[in-house]
């Protein structure tokens, strides 16, 4: 551990000259010295295989130009020693030694600071959540904290709308070797936000689209997608980087998977993106407005991988990618939610807990039996194309329910083993009917070891 620790500190001392004279033409000398001293092998195949991407001219490439040209020094410092060096660097060797400890060892955890929120979009997973708690700045200061002793510097805000909270500035400045991604409904990003979010230089926004602006408005309210717009105008002019996350439905996918969508969202500046599948929770939670499953291949053929491979825009699909990652990551895997009541949740569509955090260190909620018991059981099933406990594997979320009897976050009863379960056990088989056969077809003889460690960026960029 001293050694790559001593290596992890090299590595920094190698990287940070090109921090005030990073341009497109000194990327490629970047990327050469990243991997020459990267401190673990997954490090090093990682920015190899971005340095072969440079040699190819993959549009991961330009993307990572698009993030020279449009972010400020004071950004593109941030990224480098936030992400590049703490997190790819320092952040996995931490994590190597934890693993080798038996320890689990996520990338990276979500934290909701409230639930409240200044909108009231249906279908909104996190509408039944109490709207009367927020997350004490001191309970989050020490999470941030215990969270890079761990590893952990890479931070995802939700809520609710984390900007009704402007106190959680305070975490960011105080925190400047994390990289913080922000979830957001785009409605507060006013020109004073753009300007405190610039002066910090760590925060990445995420704005929330359903598509265009008449499906954005129709599920959020009338102007909201303007609203959203000239939010990435307030960023982009002061060199903040910013994306967008969609809630994919029955009816939005031919948007959301579109050249026009997509073209719309690299022009007005957005650099990554999320495609999340409606999951029936919050409020009126609707079974009928879940992707097909025909419809969720067409994700996987016309969505976030074909877009990575001919665009520069990085967009993650939770479920789509999932061969790339093993399965599910919940339960600490790779990540893991605390809610503005300090429960901790496996998943961030999974509102059921055992621990808060304001009871137990961070360390202590990742490794509880709980935990433990989601992480072995996955992956839930061989094919990885389905790899959900909640809409997949039903059946996977009740037995481990009836296991460790976990207390429901937002709610008196969780619908998924309720109200909802007759449902989801229909979608999970014609899920499979549809899927499983893609999977044999195109997946299982080539499938990546859970084990495997080439990076996702590699691996997805045939």
Known sequence: MALKEFAAKQAANQILPFVGRMSDRNLGRLLSVA??????????????????????????????????RQTSPHVRKRVINSLLINELMRGNVIREELRNQGSAAPQAFLISPTMRCNLRCPGCYAANYSQKDDLELEVINRVVSEGKELGMFWVTILGGEPFVRPDMSEIYKKHPDVFFQVFTNGTLIDEEVARKLAKLGNVLVNFSLEGFEEET??????????????????????????????????????????????????????????????IPEGRNADVS????????????????????NKKPLFIIDFWNDAPYAGGCIAGGRNYFHINAHGDVEPCIFVH???????????????????????????????????PCMIIDHPNVLRGLCKEYQP????????????S?????????????RVLDPVWEREFASTRPSTADKTPQCERSSG
């Open 289 to 308: 407005l879940m992707p097909t499953a025909e419809q969720r291949e067409l994700m996987r053929r016309r969505g976030a991988q074909r877009i990575r």
């Open 217 to 278: 408005d129709a599920r959020r309210g009338k102007g909201v997608f303007q609203k959203i717009i000239q939010g990435m105008d307030n960023l982009r002019s002061l060199g903040v980087p910013f994306g967008f996350s969609a809630m994919v439905t029955r009816h939005n996918v031919d948007t959301i998977v579109s050249d026009a969508f997509n073209e719309m969202l690299i022009e007005k500046g957005c650099l990554v993106g999320w495609h999340f599948l409606y």
């Open 35 to 68: 991997k020459q001293v990267a401190p673990t092998d997954y490090t090093k195949s990682f920015m190899g295989s971005l340095e072969r991407m440079n040699q190819e001219q993959h549009p991961t490439i330009e993307l990572m130009r698009r993030v020279i």
């Open 420 to 432: 909802l379960a007759e449902d989801l056990d229909r979608y999970s088989e014609d899920s499979a």
């Open 352 to 386: 059921l807990a055992v621990d808060s955090i304001k009871q137990k260190s961070l360390k202590d909620v990742i490794n509880s039996p709980y935990f433990k018991a989601i992480r072995a059981r996955q992956p839930y099933g061989e094919n990885l194309l389905r």
């Open 407 to 418: 207390y429901p976050t937002d709610g008196p009863v969780c619908g998924f083993t309720n």
